[in-house]
């Protein structure tokens, strides 16, 4: 997409994909990486957006579950599948799995010096895979500070969105300077809005950006917090 201009948008070029469809796209680095359900993970080299290839595939015919989120740190890519999967993309052509935590129902992942936070069954669990081929959960972010669902990463601090106790849509950004021992900097809970779920989540600079779902009653909102 060329969005140069706002008033002018159109597709500069395209790809094709072996994957039947895309659940989340991550762009970093001159390249885009594809979790593409049960068809595995893509990896695309978009440096020329004029032309874009495609480098690299991995795919296990859906065995381990649907990919559904991806996250790259260094020369580590984590997906989660249920498992939490660490592949080595040293050479983006041949992705490999080297490493993972298996049935702990990883379903999001974001990562960052080589520690991941992934959303398990509403917890947040922190994944050392400083060793990618040994990762470990070395820490838990309770639902008494956030049900989790999506997830931002910026340097040393994590922004979570999801519910509350009360099933009212929550905002909590956590200080990971040691992520062992995660610390809540500040929570949000959008009580006037009633109950619902906190689902999207974007993350630039001092601005974050939450979409709100209700479960009744309200509209969809999008709020701007600083």
């Given at each position: 997409?060329?969005g140069?201009?706002?008033?002018?948008?159109?597709?500069?070029?395209s790809v094709?994909?072996a994957?039947?469809?895309?659940?989340?796209?991550?762009f970093?680095?001159?390249?885009a990486?594809?979790?593409g359900?049960?068809?595995?993970?893509?990896?695309?080299t978009?440096?020329n957006?004029q032309?874009?290839?495609?480098?690299?595939?991995?795919t296990?015919?859906g065995?381990c579950?649907?990919?559904?989120?991806?996250?790259?740190?260094?020369?580590?890519?984590?997906?989660a599948?249920?498992?939490?999967?660490?592949?080595?993309?040293?050479?983006?052509?041949q992705p490999?799995?080297?490493?993972?935590?298996t049935?702990?129902?990883?379903?999001?992942?974001v990562?960052?010096?080589?520690?991941?936070?992934?959303?398990?069954?509403?917890?947040i669990?922190?994944?050392?895979?400083?060793?990618?081929?040994?990762p470990?959960?070395?820490?838990?972010?309770?639902?008494s500070?956030?049900?989790g669902y999506?997830?931002?990463?910026?340097?040393?601090?994590?922004?979570?969105a999801g519910?509350n106790?009360?099933?009212?849509?929550?905002?909590?950004?956590?200080d990971?300077?040691?992520?062992?021992?995660?610390?809540?900097?500040?929570?949000?809970d959008?009580?006037s809005?009633?109950?619902?779920?906190a689902?999207a989540?974007?993350v630039?600079g001092?601005?974050?950006?939450v979409?709100?779902y209700?479960?009744?009653?309200?509209?969809?909102?999008?709020s701007?917090?600083?």
């Amino acid at each position: 997409i060329n969005g140069t201009t706002a008033t002018r948008v159109g597709q500069a070029a395209s790809v094709f994909s072996a994957n039947p469809y895309y659940t989340e796209m991550l762009f970093t680095g001159g390249r885009a990486y594809v979790a593409g359900g049960g068809s595995g993970l893509q990896i695309v080299t978009v440096s020329n957006p004029q032309s874009p290839s495609s480098l690299g595939l991995f795919t296990d015919g859906g065995a381990c579950g649907n990919y559904g989120t991806v996250a790259v740190s260094g020369n580590a890519l984590c997906a989660a599948t249920g498992d939490f999967r660490v592949f080595d993309i040293t050479q983006p052509n041949q992705p490999t799995l080297i490493g993972q935590v298996t049935g702990i129902g990883a379903s999001r992942v974001v990562a960052g010096n080589g520690y991941a936070y992934s959303t398990v069954n509403n917890n947040i669990a922190v994944i050392r895979f400083t060793t990618p081929s040994s990762p470990q959960v070395v820490a838990n972010i309770p639902t008494s500070i956030v049900y989790g669902y999506k997830l931002a990463i910026a340097g040393n601090i994590l922004y979570a969105a999801g519910l509350n106790v009360s099933t009212q849509p929550r905002f909590v950004a956590l200080d990971v300077s040691n992520p062992a021992l995660p610390a809540v900097l500040g929570t949000k809970d959008f009580s006037s809005f009633g109950t619902g779920l906190a689902r999207a989540l974007a993350v630039n600079g001092t601005k974050a950006i939450v979409g709100l779902y209700p479960y009744s009653g309200q509209q969809p909102k999008i709020s701007i917090l600083d």
